[in-house]
Structure formats: C-alpha cells, structure tokens
C-alpha cells in the first residue's frame, strides 16, 4: 500500500505563502492523478486541487484558482501545493490523496487510494 507523508503546513499571515508537499512510497506507485483536500473545524471535507500523474493536467476548486498551483515531480513520487494570497477562510487540514479519480466533474481518492496524515494550514488576519 502507498503511503504518503506531508510537511510544510504552518502559521502565516493572510496574504503569505506556503508550499505543501507530499511524497509517495511503496510498490509500483503509478497512480491516475494525485491531489489535496482540505477540512476547516465544524466543516465538510472539501476538494482543493488535483493534477493528473501522466499528462500533468490539473485542477482546481474555484476557491483556490489563481492563488493555489499543484505541481509534481514524478521521479521523486512527490506532489506540491503552493499556496498564495492566502486568506483566513484557508485555515484547515489539508490532506494529501493518491489515486484520485474523476467521476462526472468531481474528484474523489479511490477505493485503493491513501491518505495522507493531514497538515494543520492556519492563516490570521
């Protein structure tokens, strides 16, 4: 099974920046896409960002577009997300997610896919 390890996350002030990442191991780690989620305390899991591990096709939840860029570097089986302009409204955990799917517009980890152990994002106004 894939285990995915995240660091990064912190303490900023509204208007910094931060950068996520998150690196996969385990056996033949080949997955359709790779992404991150988020959930805020008293709040539903929510989508952030997704990008696919072949092509490098990616996608974003409208909140984050413009601000946030997901990128990848597949020799080391890592995932990034950097975040910009970010905003209180950010402040979350934000997990990391492999093997995502896409299934009629939304993104969801499958059946077979991991999780990572969550990294706390805060952000003060």
């Known amino acids: 099974q894939v285990q995915l390890v995240e660091s990064g996350g912190g303490l900023v002030q509204a208007g910094g920046s931060l950068r996520l990442s998150c690196a996969a191991s385990g056996r033949s780690f080949s997955p359709y896409a790779m992404g991150w989620f988020r959930q805020a305390a008293g709040k539903e899991h929510e989508f952030v960002a997704a990008i696919s591990w072949n092509r490098g096709s990616t996608s974003y939840a409208d909140s984050v577009k413009g601000r946030f860029t997901i990128s990848k570097v597949n020799a080391k089986n890592t995932v990034y997300l950097q975040m910009n302009s970010l905003k209180p409204e950010d402040t979350a955990v934000y997990y990391c997610?492999?093997?995502?799917?896409?299934?009629?517009?939304?993104?969801?980890?499958?059946?077979?896919?991991?999780w990572g152990q969550g990294t706390q994002v805060t952000v003060s106004s």
């Open positions: 997610a492999a093997d995502l799917i896409n299934f009629e517009g939304s993104w969801y980890r499958a059946d077979t896919g991991s």
